[in-house]
T-cell receptor, first 115, second 120 residues
Framework: ETGVTQSPTHLIKTRGQQVTLRCSSQSGHNTVSWYQQALGQGPQFIFQYYREEENGRGNFPPRFSGLQFPNYSSELNVNALELDDSALYLC??????????????FGQGTRLTVV | AQKITQTQPGMFVQEKEAVTLDCTYD???????LFWYKQPSSGEMIFLIYQGSYDQQNATEGRYSLNFQKARKSANLVISASQLGDSAMYFCAMRGHLNAGGTSYGKLTFGQGTILTVHP
């Protein structure tokens, strides 16, 4: 186990609703990244938080937002859910670094289904 | 922009044999890292092996080795002595600078993945 936990593990929402996904990072890690993985695809980077501030974002609309708390846990919020938001959402924690080899530790993900 | 290409949607291998999973990449970053992850049906990404762009030697981790050819921009994963438990999805990924011209590293860019099936 990586020490990164995500909740809930599964979720079903209706189109137009809002959802909040949660991630507890590994102890000592101050950086959290979120990824969206559609079925049969590779994960796509949503955004990254470092010390409670967003410091990088992928090609996702503003209805995808996040928070990082002082204990470095994090939330991913998605407003106005669309059917295409159905995916596995992965959280990864790491130490922000100037070293490209910094390992990211992933949680088991939250599988979101939008109906 | 960074891009990872995995051209093999699926691969089959006999138990105890070796298999190579292909990965090519493209980046303008002078310094970057290349990763391979295994994703079983449970969904968790399991780190396998890492290669830095300035590493002189190919990385090895137990039965995993990375065939890194920088000039060809390829980073193929070799799994020796395949086991039934190796059956999973495998992703090649790259970490470069978080923002263009920046100094912090962050996001991973993943390929489409290769499904590996090990036959007894």
């Amino acid at each position: 186990e990586t020490g990164v936990t995500q909740s809930p593990t599964h979720l079903i929402k209706t189109r137009g609703q809002q959802v909040t996904l949660r991630c507890s990072s590994q102890s000592g890690h101050n950086t959290v990244s979120w990824y969206q993985q559609a079925l049969g695809q590779g994960p796509q980077f949503i955004f990254q938080y470092y010390r409670e501030e967003e410091n990088g974002r992928g090609n996702f609309p503003p209805r995808f937002s996040g928070l990082q708390f002082p204990n470095y846990s994090s939330e991913l919020n998605v407003n106005a859910l669309e059917l295409d938001d159905s995916a596995l959402y992965l959280c990864a924690s790491s130490l922000n670094s100037r070293n490209p080899g910094t390992e990211a530790f992933f949680g088991q993900g939250t599988r979101l289904t939008v109906v | 922009a960074q891009k990872i290409t995995q051209t093999q949607p699926g691969m089959f291998v006999q138990e105890k044999e070796a298999v190579t999973l292909d990965c090519t990449y493209d980046t303008s970053d002078p310094s970057y890292g290349l990763f391979w992850y295994k994703q079983p049906s449970s969904g968790e990404m399991i780190f396998l092996i890492y290669q830095g762009s300035y590493d002189q030697q190919n990385a090895t981790e137990g039965r995993y080795s990375l065939n890194f050819q920088k000039a060809r921009k390829s980073a193929n994963l070799v799994i020796s002595a395949s086991q039934l438990g190796d059956s999973a999805m495998y992703f090649c990924a790259m970490r470069g600078h978080l923002n263009a011209g920046g100094t912090s590293y962050g996001k991973l860019t993943f390929g489409q993945g290769t499904i590996l099936t090990v036959h007894p």
